[in-house]
């Protein structure tokens, strides 16, 4: 419920007020030595300014920000596509924006009460929980921030804090808009409608060659060839250097001997058991047992399936009723039963159903494994010394393939791959090791520039160089044909079922009955009960939905389906509009989630307030000179 209202809360000056007050400190990580400040400023807000400094440390934390959310660094390309910067233009402007109208207003902080705030930050706290100057002043060196730059952040959070507060806190959201949400989101309908496929349309008709080239031509862009690029990377891992025939077997046998408990399978008991009301009852069913009555008769007895008694199989350390373990484990042979057992549900009688003994491995069987397993431990120790060799050798004028040969390394060469990893046949190569990094790396790197290694987990190393570059370049038809007419195709499809659609729905608004079509078109009428606003199902996608509601009963309407690929013919029956529903049906986390968008949107209608009052001048050319750096 209330889906709609919360999108709301989506807004730039919203997302920057919830940063500012949860992430008062959220310049950690980013360093504050990037580039000079200069005299000039980025945005000036009558006379606050953002310096050249502070819009690049905003811009690093968003690309981090972003990048945390997609798992991945963010290149320059990437950035700019997600809008980054001007996302960052946004934050700066609000802030400057309220700082502007704290210093009109002379709102301040005294120095006891920014102490105060400062003391109960726990990235200062010693492990008592006690503000530590020492830790203080490790922290601000750490990420390269004085204490006077650190002292104007707080200060500055801390004052927008006060007029974001004034306006927000403490807004609570009317009944009346609460009924009426309340009502918008549990009215229901029901709806009969005809799902047309293209089995409902004559099949299009192959394109003239002219056709298909001007509609090749108009979607050049989708059949582009992306920019390849070929590489060559070498793999460190301690499997890449480990030698399992440089192990003795003398050794092997020694790890087995110490370990041999790792290559031996307790022996396993599957049991059947039956719980009984109290221990008199249960003596007199192993009385019957012993006069030969068979378990399964007192299973039986009991109304119970051998299915309700069987426990599973378990070692005699892994049975999860320890008391019953000596019994088990002391029956002699498959079958066999144990005498009453006091079990943690009272008293039992268990068969043994199935016994697996005890086995283990020799060290014929194991000592391929054992061989590798010491191999590898043996690697993971020089596994460092082998980087520094590589390194050696690379700085002393070795090509990769050459370091890579002479640490009996094995280099590997990707003739041709774009930045998500496909090769021009479009199979997608799952084998590349860190795949993201390299990939991103790779494709920001120049042809045979020497670059730093990835690293691999904590102990392994990916070491890479662009052999050459294919650039992006646009297909030609003759290349993409077949996929250009399957596509032109289903387009057309597409269209003719819609335009079939509509002719349907106009006969249908000017009196035909949908039963009537239905059986014109060779399908059947089927309804939807009881459809909400959120009822998109497997066949009723979201337009479907958003068209049932469209209008009152009666309404007929056509609309694309869940797939996109077919149509859906709808004439709404009966509309419930919820009148009964009262604001007091709406739990009190929704009311709050309401009253704070509400809230947000009038903190953002207070940022356009001051923007248009104080004005804001923006110095692109600077900013990007920033962002050179």
Same mark, same amino acid.
């Given at each position: 419920?209330?889906?709609?209202?919360?999108?709301?809360?989506?807004?730039?000056?919203?997302?920057?007020?919830?940063?500012?007050?949860?992430?008062?400190?959220?310049?950690?990580?980013?360093?504050?030595?990037?580039?000079?400040?200069?005299?000039?400023?980025?945005?000036?807000?009558?006379?606050?300014?953002?310096?050249?400094?502070?819009?690049?440390?905003?811009?690093?934390?968003?690309?981090?920000?972003?990048?945390?959310?997609?798992?991945?660094?963010?290149?320059?390309?990437?950035?700019?596509?997600?809008?980054?910067?001007?996302?960052?233009?946004?934050?700066?402007?609000?802030?400057?924006?309220?700082?502007?109208?704290?210093?009109?207003?002379?709102?301040?902080?005294?120095?006891?009460?920014?102490?105060?705030?400062?003391?109960?930050?726990?990235?200062?706290?010693?492990?008592?929980?006690?503000?530590?100057?020492?830790?203080?002043?490790?922290?601000?060196?750490?990420?390269?921030?004085?204490?006077?730059?650190?002292?104007?952040?707080?200060?500055?959070?801390?004052?927008?804090?006060?007029?974001?507060?004034?306006?927000?806190?403490?807004?609570?959201?009317?009944?009346?808009?609460?009924?009426?949400?309340?009502?918008?989101?549990?009215?229901?309908?029901?709806?009969?409608?005809?799902?047309?496929?293209?089995?409902?349309?004559?099949?299009?008709?192959?394109?003239?060659?002219?056709?298909?080239?001007?509609?090749?031509?108009?979607?050049?862009?989708?059949?582009?060839?992306?920019?390849?690029?070929?590489?060559?990377?070498?793999?460190?891992?301690?499997?890449?250097?480990?030698?399992?025939?440089?192990?003795?077997?003398?050794?092997?046998?020694?790890?087995?001997?110490?370990?041999?408990?790792?290559?031996?399978?307790?022996?396993?008991?599957?049991?059947?058991?039956?719980?009984?009301?109290?221990?008199?009852?249960?003596?007199?069913?192993?009385?019957?047992?012993?006069?030969?009555?068979?378990?399964?008769?007192?299973?039986?007895?009991?109304?119970?399936?051998?299915?309700?008694?069987?426990?599973?199989?378990?070692?005699?350390?892994?049975?999860?009723?320890?008391?019953?373990?000596?019994?088990?484990?002391?029956?002699?042979?498959?079958?066999? +039963?144990? !005498?009453?057992?006091? %079990?943690?549900? &009272?008293? *039992?009688?268990?068969? #043994? @159903?199935?016994? =697996? $003994?005890?086995?283990?491995?020799?060290?014929?069987?194991?000592?391929?494994?054992?061989?590798?397993?010491?191999?590898?431990?043996?690697?993971?120790?020089?596994?460092?010394?082998?980087?520094?060799?590589?390194?050696?050798?690379?700085?002393?004028?070795?090509?990769?393939?050459?370091?890579?040969?002479?640490?009996?390394?094995?280099?590997?060469?990707?003739?041709?791959?774009?930045?998500?990893?496909?090769?021009?046949?479009?199979?997608?190569?799952?084998?590349?090791?860190?795949?993201?990094?390299?990939?991103?790396?790779?494709?920001?790197?120049?042809?045979?520039?020497? +670059?730093? !290694?990835?690293?691999? %987990?904590?102990? &392994?190393? *990916?070491?890479?160089? #662009? @052999?050459?570059? =294919? $650039?992006?370049?646009?297909?030609?038809?003759?290349?993409?044909?077949?996929?250009?007419?399957?596509?032109?195709?289903?387009?057309?499809?597409?269209?003719?079922?819609?335009?079939?659609?509509?002719?349907?729905?106009?006969?249908?608004?000017?009196?035909?009955?949908?039963?009537?079509?239905?059986?014109?078109?060779?399908?059947?009428?089927?309804?939807?009960?009881?459809?909400?606003?959120?009822?998109?199902?497997?066949?009723?996608?979201?337009?479907?939905?958003?068209?049932?509601?469209?209008?009152?009963?009666?309404?007929?309407?056509?609309?694309?389906?869940?797939?996109?690929?077919?149509?859906?013919?709808?004439?709404?029956?009966?509309?419930?509009?919820?009148?009964?529903?009262?604001?007091?049906?709406?739990?009190?986390?929704?009311?709050?989630?309401?009253?704070?968008?509400?809230?947000?949107?009038?903190?953002?209608?207070?940022?356009?307030?001051?923007?248009?009052?104080?004005?804001?001048?923006?110095?692109?050319?600077?900013?990007?000179?920033?962002?050179?750096?």
């Amino acid at each position: 419920m209330l889906d709609i209202l919360r999108k709301g809360a989506q807004g730039w000056v919203a997302k920057f007020l919830l940063i500012l007050l949860v992430a008062s400190f959220g310049v950690w990580g980013i360093s504050g030595s990037i580039l000079n400040a200069g005299n000039d400023a980025v945005i000036t807000v009558g006379d606050t300014v953002v310096s050249p400094t502070e819009f690049r440390l905003a811009y690093d934390r968003q690309v981090s920000v972003v990048g945390r959310q997609i798992g991945q660094r963010l290149t320059t390309e990437q950035a700019r596509a997600f809008g980054v910067e001007n996302q960052v233009y946004s934050q700066l402007i609000a802030g400057a924006l309220l700082d502007e109208q704290a210093r009109e207003m002379n709102l301040g902080l005294s120095d006891d009460r920014l102490a105060a705030v400062i003391a109960d930050d726990p990235a200062f706290h010693d492990f008592n929980g006690r503000f530590d100057r020492n830790n203080f002043q490790s922290v601000l060196r750490s990420v390269g921030m004085s204490e006077e730059d650190y002292l104007k952040n707080r200060s500055q959070v801390a004052v927008r804090t006060q007029i974001v507060e004034a306006v927000s806190d403490g807004f609570k959201a009317p009944d009346a808009l609460i009924k009426a949400l309340a009502q918008y989101e549990t009215e229901s309908r029901d709806v009969d409608y005809l799902l047309l496929t293209k089995a409902n349309i004559d099949p299009i008709a192959a394109p003239e060659d002219a056709e298909l080239a001007s509609w090749f031509d108009e979607n050049k862009a989708k059949y582009a060839a992306p920019e390849y690029r070929k590489i060559n990377y070498v793999r460190l891992l301690s499997e890449d250097i480990s030698d399992p025939a440089a192990i003795t077997a003398e050794a092997a046998r020694a790890d087995y001997e110490a370990r041999k408990d790792r290559y031996t399978t307790a022996e396993t008991r599957t049991i059947d058991q039956l719980v009984f009301a109290d221990r008199a009852a249960a003596d007199a069913a192993a009385a019957d047992l012993a006069s030969g009555k068979s378990f399964d008769e007192l299973v039986a007895a009991q109304n119970r399936s051998a299915a309700d008694v069987r426990i599973g199989s378990f070692s005699k350390t892994g049975l999860p009723d320890q008391s019953m373990a000596d019994a088990v484990f002391a029956v002699a042979e498959a079958g066999g +039963t144990t !005498p009453v057992v006091d %079990g943690q549900f &009272g008293p *039992v009688i268990i068969r #043994v @159903a199935e016994i =697996t $003994p005890e086995s283990s491995k020799s060290f014929e069987e194991v000592e391929a494994e054992i061989r590798e397993q010491l191999a590898l431990a043996e690697a993971g120790q020089v596994l460092l010394d082998v980087h520094d060799a590589y390194e050696d050798a690379r700085a002393g004028g070795m090509t990769l393939t050459e370091a890579a040969t002479q640490q009996k390394l094995t280099p590997v060469t990707i003739e041709a791959v774009d930045r998500t990893g496909k090769t021009p046949d479009g199979e997608v190569l799952g084998d590349i090791p860190e795949s993201n990094a390299l990939l991103q790396a790779a494709f920001e790197a120049g042809v045979e520039v020497e +670059t730093p !290694p990835i690293n691999i %987990g904590a102990e &392994g190393f *990916v070491w890479f160089e #662009v @052999a050459d570059v =294919t $650039p992006a370049r646009d297909r030609t038809l003759d290349e993409v044909r077949d996929q250009v007419v399957a596509d032109w195709t289903a387009e057309k499809t597409i269209e003719a079922l819609g335009a079939k659609a509509t002719e349907l729905k106009d006969r249908v608004a000017k009196g035909a009955e949908l039963s009537a079509i239905a059986e014109e078109m060779s399908v059947a009428v089927e309804t939807k009960y009881g459809l909400t606003r959120r009822g998109a199902d497997a066949v009723f996608g979201a337009a479907a939905v958003s068209s049932a509601f469209s209008g009152p009963s009666g309404l007929v309407e056509v609309a694309s389906d869940a797939s996109g690929e077919n149509q859906i013919l709808l004439k709404v029956t009966s509309v419930n509009d919820a009148a009964s529903t009262t604001a007091a049906s709406v739990p009190e986390e929704q009311r709050t989630q309401v009253a704070q968008q509400m809230a947000d949107d009038i903190l953002d209608q207070m940022v356009a307030r001051l923007q248009a009052e104080y004005g804001v001048a923006i110095n692109r050319p600077l900013a990007e000179r920033a962002l050179a750096f």
